[in-house]
């Protein structure tokens, strides 16, 4: 029983003990009736503090009681000597206690049985709003289910679809319709793919990203500082959001490899948040194995055609395949509005083979130049570039090539 309960009962019993012997006193004939007085007032009082407070309180409110009747008795008779020794009076005492005891027990059972159902009741709606959640989940895997593409009814059509588009021997085409699948099989809202530098492997560098940009948009990655994308690249392996303590990891991530070496990184940073799952997860990875496949199928046949894309042992590409690279990034910009940078220089007091080593120096290995011999000029390309660098790229081309070049177009 807290203090305040304490407080109240002896308050209470005190002050109805004070009125019934007032009344008595001020309104009966005898005083002397208030011995005997039937049913006794001070029964009463005790039995409904005991029935308000329970036992304990009910054990005290009697003993006060039982103060107070002693206090009539003495004040009528004289003495107390024989207030204990005739039963017409201490039956009045015994009953002060009895009522108050019995009806104690009776409010602490009720308390007791109230709290077990109270209890009963927290428990049942604890385990109805367990069983709400996991019915919600039931009804979300369900409809996630009904969605799946493995083992639906038309899941050999939709997997020989995704098969379909990475069909392509451009690697930039791979690269351009896995944005595509994504988004569509997945519900991928932002996509990004970021390549291993071949400069320096520790960099990835953006080279393609869909959707709207969470966060800072970071366009180089230092794996160094990072421990789930540097197990990415170094072990090859696929990570979620939740696998590493990185606040700004991706929700998905995985590997392209080539040749066993991991030359590329997907990842998913923004999805429908009802088809984030497990499963979702497995069919990513799946994507990605086979977008790896289509990548190293299109390298090797890039490889084996080198010589016919590129100006003899340069690094120049040919101007007919600048253009199909230029359509791809035209594409993406269109299809995914992704920025790049498409810059012309005319050369003036320089052959492009002097300059060759100096732009395949200061450009990202995710960059292109071209050589047009028609017009004597240098076409550079670069991906997932802003407008707001160019006056910082510009500068950096003029000042690396001696400002033998005039920039034509921009």
């Keep these: 029983m807290n203090r305040k309960k304490f407080f109240y009962g002896i308050l ?22 208030l011995l005997t007085a039937s049913p006794h007032p001070f029964i009463i009082i005790a039995a409904i503090i005991g029935l308000r407070y329970g036992n304990y309180m009910g054990i005290i409110s009697a003993t006060i009681c039982s103060l107070y009747y002693g206090f009539v008795y003495q004040d009528q008779v004289g003495e107390l000597v024989t207030l204990l020794g005739e039963l017409q009076y201490y039956k009045y005492i015994l009953a002060i206690y009895w009522g108050a005891i019995i009806l104690g027990i009776f409010k602490d059972n009720y308390e007791v049985v109230t709290q ?15 069983l709400g959640r996991r019915y919600e989940e039931s009804i979300a895997v369900n409809t996630d289910l009904k ?12 997997l020989y679809e995704i098969a379909s588009n990475l069909d392509s021997l451009d690697p930039e085409s791979v690269f351009t319709d896995t944005m595509g699948i994504l988004k569509r099989f997945i519900h991928a809202s932002t996509v990004s793919i970021y390549t291993v530098d071949k400069k320096n492997p520790d960099l990835l560098r953006l080279k393609l990203r869909m959707g709207d940009i969470h966060g800072d948009d970071i ?35 995985a590997p392209i490899k080539h040749d066993d070496e991991v030359i590329a990184i997907i990842n998913i940073e923004d999805m429908d948040f009802d088809v984030l799952s497990e499963y979702a997860f497995n069919l ?14 299109a390298i090797y046949v890039e490889q084996q055609l080198k010589e ?3 100006l003899g042992d340069t690094n120049y590409l040919k101007f007919h395949e600048f253009e199909s690279r230029l359509a791809q990034e035209v594409r993406r910009k269109e299809e995914f509005e992704l920025d790049f940078l498409y810059l012309k220089y005319k050369l003036s007091d320089v052959s492009f083979e002097e300059i060759h080593d100096y732009m395949s120096m200061f450009l990202r290995s995710v ?23 160019f006056t910082m790229i510009n500068e950096r081309v003029l000042k690396s090539l001696d400002y033998k070049v005039t920039l034509v177009q921009s």
């Design 12 to 33: 209470e019993v005190n002050i109805f003990c004070l009125i019934v012997i007032v009344f008595f006193y001020t309104f009966a004939q005898t005083p002397v009736n």
């Design 116 to 130: 077990r159902l109270n209890n009963r009741i927290i428990i049942m709606e604890t385990g109805l709003e367990k």
């Design 147 to 158: 969605k799946q593409i493995i083992g639906a009814e038309h899941s050999i059509l939709s």
């Design 219 to 253: 366009r180089t990655i230092d794996i160094l500082h990072s421990d789930g994308y540097r197990r990415i690249v170094k072990n090859g392996e696929t990570l979620k959001w939740n696998d590493t303590s990185e606040t700004s990891f991706p929700l998905m991530s």
């Design 284 to 297: 990513f990875k799946v994507i990605v194995e086979w977008v790896s496949k289509s990548i190293a199928q």
């Design 308 to 310: 016919g894309k590129y």
């Design 367 to 389: 960059d292109v130049f071209s050589f047009e011999t028609r017009n004597n000029e240098i076409h550079i390309l670069l991906p997932a570039t802003p407008p707001s660098a």
